[in-house]
T-cell receptor, first 115, second 113 residues
Framework: GAGVSQSPSNKVTEKGKDVELRCDPISGHTALYWYRQRLGQGLEFLIYFQGNSAPDKSGLPSDRFSAERTGESVSTLTIQRTQQEDSAVYLC?????????????FGPGTRLTVL | QKEVEQDPGPLSVPEGAIVSLNCTYSNSAFQYFMWYRQYSRKGPELLMYTYSSGNKEDGRFTAQVDKSSKYISLFIRDSQPSDSATYLCAMSGYGGATNKLIFGTGTLLAVQP
């Protein structure tokens, strides 16, 4: 596709349930990022994938959060045992990697609401 | 203290005005500076991308970086109602290969017709 796509666009879940969010990066982009945007706050880095290298998980807020990426394609972010403080917009971005890695292109996000 | 500070606004200007948006930062190792525009309930859209100090112009938009003062600006000339959005500054390059972006909280801009 022409841009980064994410699904679902909205997700409402009950506290304690697991959720899975999906990201399809721009074709040819080797780098993929997940960010979280809480209401009234800036984007917060979660995790970074680059090719076959080990992912940078330094931004994951707890062990309830995990992410996977298959090769240079789709990524899924999983949140286990969701809590109300997990409510946020989860944004995925991709880039060509390397020195061009700072030019990150974002998807529309998944709005997660934990009741 | 946050690594990147940005006035949240809101900033309201009349159509045709020149808009100035700013961010300050504390980490002198930042090398790459970006401005994103985010419409309500949409993902951020990359507007401007600059490396190190200097100016960059693209149409009605001008980005300035002053690394000595740790201060970046985005100017919008002849502002239009369609420019009404939240503007996010972002920066990176302080080490490692991650290229993770550090964002300001965003400034909400409203251009009144």
């Amino acid at each position: 596709g022409a841009g980064v796509s994410q699904s679902p666009s909205n997700k409402v879940t009950e506290k304690g349930k697991d959720v899975e969010l999906r990201c399809d990066p721009i074709s040819g982009h080797t780098a993929l990022y997940w960010y979280r945007q809480r209401l009234g706050q800036g984007l917060e880095f979660l995790i970074y994938f680059q090719g076959n290298s080990a992912p940078d998980k330094s931004g994951l807020p707890s062990d309830r959060f995990s992410a996977e990426r298959t090769g240079e394609s789709v990524s899924t972010l999983t949140i286990q045992r969701t809590q109300q403080e997990d409510s946020a917009v989860y944004l995925c971005a991709s880039s060509r990697g390397g020195s061009a890695g700072n030019e990150q292109f974002f998807g529309p996000g998944t709005r997660l609401t934990v009741l | 203290q946050k690594e990147v500070e940005q006035d949240p606004g809101p900033l309201s200007v009349p159509e045709g005005a020149i808009v100035s948006l700013n961010c300050t930062y504390s980490n002198s190792a930042f090398q790459y500076f970006m401005w994103y525009r985010q419409y309500s309930r949409k993902g951020p859209e990359l507007l401007m991308y600059t490396y190190s100090s200097g100016n960059k112009e693209d149409g009605r938009f001008t980005a300035q970086v002053d690394k000595s003062s740790k201060y970046i600006s985005l100017f919008i000339r002849d502002s239009q109602p369609s420019d009404s959005a939240t503007y996010l500054c972002a920066m990176s390059g302080y080490g490692g290969a991650t290229n993770k972006l550090i964002f300001g909280t965003g400034t909400l801009l409203a251009v009144q017709p």
